[in-house]
C-alpha cells in the first residue's frame, strides 16, 4: 500500500469511525480485562491473609492454652509437616527479635504496619528467583515476637501469568478491532468510490452514464437508484431546455432575418421619398414588436411554470370569463362569417387569476377562428365538470395532440398562418396553475380543447 | 404639460425625455430616488413617471413618501416587474397606472395624458360631446347630428371611454383594460375589429369621420 493510499484511508470517513471503534471497543475490553485481573488478584490477596490470620490466631489460642512450651512444639510440629514446595513461613523470637525456631533465620528490617502486616524479601532461590514473603506480625504477650507469613513466589507468578494472559488478550482485541475497522472501512469505501468515479464521469459530461447497481438492495443499492433516478430527471429536463432553446433560436430568426431586411433596405431607400420610408420603418417597428410580443409570452410561460405564485387569485365563475372572451371574439367571427355559440350548462366556480384565464381563453378563441372555416361553427360550453371550446377545422392529428403544447410547437399544416406556436404552451401553463388539465379530443370535424379539474375523470364531450 | 421623469437608466431616460420634449411637454429627469422625491415634492409637476428599481429610495417608497406628503401629482409607475402582484403592489402604494418595460413609447404617452385628463376632470358628467356626436349617459343614448346610433352595450362603452379621452390618443392594452377590465397585452387584432365596428356605427353615413386610427400606437376620437 503507497503512502498516498494510506493517506487517503485516514481521511476516510468510514476509517475514522471504524477507528473510533476500535477505540471504544478497545477501552471497553480494557476496563473489563483489568476488573477480572483486579478482582482474581484480590481476591486471592485476600485468602492468602485470611489463612494467615487463622494461623496466627490458632498459634495464639495454643500459647494461652500450653504456654511457651505448646506455642514451639505447635510451630515445630508445622516446620516439620511442611512439604518441600510449601511456603509458610514461621519465625518466634525472644524480646530482642533474637531467633528462637522458624524457618527464616532473622527478623525482618523492613517496619510493619499498624496491624502487623509486613513485605518483605526473602532471599533468592536455586536457580535466582527472588521470593518475597507477606507475613503478620504478633507480640506474643509482650515477651515473644511470632511472624507467620507466606511466601508469595506462586501467587505472584499466578498474578504475572494472568496479567501477561490480559495484555495479550488486549493486544488482539485491538489488532482484530484495527483489521476488521480497515476491512469495513475499504468495502464501504470501494461502494462509494464506484459511486463517485460514476459521478465524476457524469460530472465531466457524459450525463449517460449511470451509478451501478449491485443488486443487493442495500442502502448503497437504494443511493444509486435514486441518484440514478436523480440523472433521468436532469436529463429530460436538460433535454428539454436544449429542445426549447433550439426552437427559440430557430424562430425567432426568422423574423429577426425580415427585420434585419426591413432594415437593411431602408438604409439603401434613396433620399426624398418620405412616405415609403415611414411605410418601412413602420414594417420594421411592427415586426420588433412581434418579436418583443414573442419573448413575453415565453417570459409568461418560464415565469407561470417556474413558480405557482397565487397572489392574484379570487374566487371567479369560469363561465364569465368565457362569456367575456367569446363576446370580444364575437365580431371577428362575424367578420369571417363563422357563428360563435355559448352554452353555459351550469356555473363552474374556481379560485383564479381572471387575468390570466381571460388570456388563455384569448388564444383558444383566436385558434378557433383562425383555423374554423367559413360558415362553421365554434362552439364554448361551461358544464359542470369543465369548459371546452370546439371549432370546426382541420383538429390536428392523433399523434401530434402531446406535441401542440410545446413551445413553437406548429402542426405542419398550420405553419402558413399567422402565429408563433406559443398559444397552447400558455394555455398549458395557465390551466395547471388552476389545477386544470388540458385535453385535446376530436369534434369530428374540428378540434375540441377541454380544460377540467386534474382530479376529474373523463368529462362527456357534446 | 410638466412632467418629472425619475429614472436611473440613462438611456431609457434619455428616450423618454426627447420623445416627450418632442411631444411638447417640459421634462425634468431625476436619476435617483433621493432627488426625484426632492423635486416631486417641490415643484408642481402634472404628473410622474417613476421607475420602480432605483439607487438611493426605491419608486414604490417615493410614491408612499409623496402620498404621506399629501402630494397628488398622478403618478405613472415605469417596472420591468410585470406580474400581476407587481402590478398590484405598485397600485397600492399610491401610483394611478402601470406600464412594463420594454415599452412603446406611443403607450407611454397615451397613459400619461389620460392620467393627466382624468385628474383634470373631477366633476360627474352626464353628457359626452365630441362635434357632433352626442351621449347621454343618463338615459345611456348616443346621437350624432341629431339621428339616433344603436349601439350594443359594450360599444357604448368604449365609445364612453374614447369620448372621455378625446384628442387623445388611447392603446389598444388601454382599451382592454378600461372597457374590458382584463389587464394583458393582447397580441390579436381583436379590438381593432371592434373599433372598425363602432366607426361603421358613428362615421360611416357622416361627411367627417371622427375616429381616427394611429398608426403604431392606437386610436384617437377628434373632431377634425
Redesign the interface.
Known sequence: MSFASIKSLLRSATFRLALIYMVLFSVSALVLLSFIYWSTAAYMSRQVDATIDAEITGLAERYETDGLRGLTAQVGERLSKQQPGDSTVYLLTDNNYRPLLGNINRWPQVPADTAGWVTFRLGDDVSGRVHSARARAFLVRGRYHLLVGRDMYELQSIQTLIKRTLVLGGVFTFALALLGGFMMSRSVNRRLDTINRASREIMSGNLNQRIPHRGSGDEFDQLSDNLNNMLDQIEALMDGVRRVSDNIAHDLRTPLARLRNRLESLSMQPPGDDQARREMVEQALAEADGLLGTFNALLRIARLEADARRAGFAPLELGQVLADVVELYEPVAEENRQRVELVRESEFTLVGDRDLLFQAFTNLLDNAVKYTPPEGLIRARVYAAGVSVCDSGPGVPEREKDKVFQRFYRVDSSRSTPGSGLGLSLVKAVASLHDLRVRLTDADPGLCVVLEPVAADSAPLS | MRILIIEDDQETAGYIVKGLKEAGHAVDHAADGQTGLELGAAEPYDVLVIDRMLPQLDGLTIIERLRGAAVTTPVLILSALG???DR?DGLKAGGDDYLVK?F?FSELLARLEALVRRAEIEAPVTRLQVDGLEMDLLSRTVSRDGRDIDLQP?EFRLLEYLMRHSGQVVTRTMLLEKV?D?????????ID??IS?LRSKIDKDFDTPLLHTV??AGYVLREY
Open positions: 406580474e400581476v402582484d398590484v420594454p412603446a359594450r374590458w382584463y389587464h394583458f397585452d393582447p397580441q390579436t387584432n381583436v375589429v371592434h365596428r398608426r403604431g
